[in-house]
């Protein structure tokens, strides 16, 4: 049974879409808000993005017990993050033991950056409102 949205859409001219610039005041926070990295804008992913910025690298073992997540919920979400090219990852065996390392990419680094960006933006005209 398919479920149905009762939430209300705007119509897409009535959201502004205002970029957040340091020096400009941001008039709506929700022209913001439609901006927003999908990819990173779900805790599992943005806990790896965030995770893997404040290091080198991490295992997998190292990322699941951070993230507290299963095996199964934190590799789906590091191969979407792989396949957008966020992280790469190594992976290799010690003995018959594989070993997974994940590190964040330049370009995942730019996403993290302009993703707190955005939500920095957001907060600050909230602020304001």
């Known amino acids: ?16 879409h205002t970029r957040p610039v340091a020096d400009k005041p941001v008039k709506h926070a929700g022209g913001i808000a439609t901006e927003l990295d999908r ?6 992913r ?5 995770a893997l910025a404040a290091t080198d690298d991490l295992s997998f073992s190292e990322l699941k ?4 997540a299963t095996d199964g919920n934190l590799s789906v979400h590091a191969r979407k993050l792989e396949d957008a090219g966020y992280l790469s990852c ?8 594989p070993r ?5 990419t330049a370009a995942g680094r730019r996403a993290l950056e302009k993703y707190l960006d955005h939500m920095d933006a957001i907060i ?3 602020r304001r409102g």
């Open 90 to 97: 190594t992976k290799r065996f010690e003995g018959r033991t």
């Open 46 to 50: 943005l806990g790896i993005v965030s």
């Open 39 to 44: 990819l990173l804008h779900d805790r599992m």
């Open 100 to 104: 997974t390392r994940y590190k964040l």
């Open 65 to 68: 017990a951070a993230l507290n």
């Open 124 to 126: 600050r005209a909230t």
């Open 1 to 16: 049974m398919a479920k149905s949205s009762t939430a209300r859409k705007l119509p897409h001219d009535a959201i502004p």
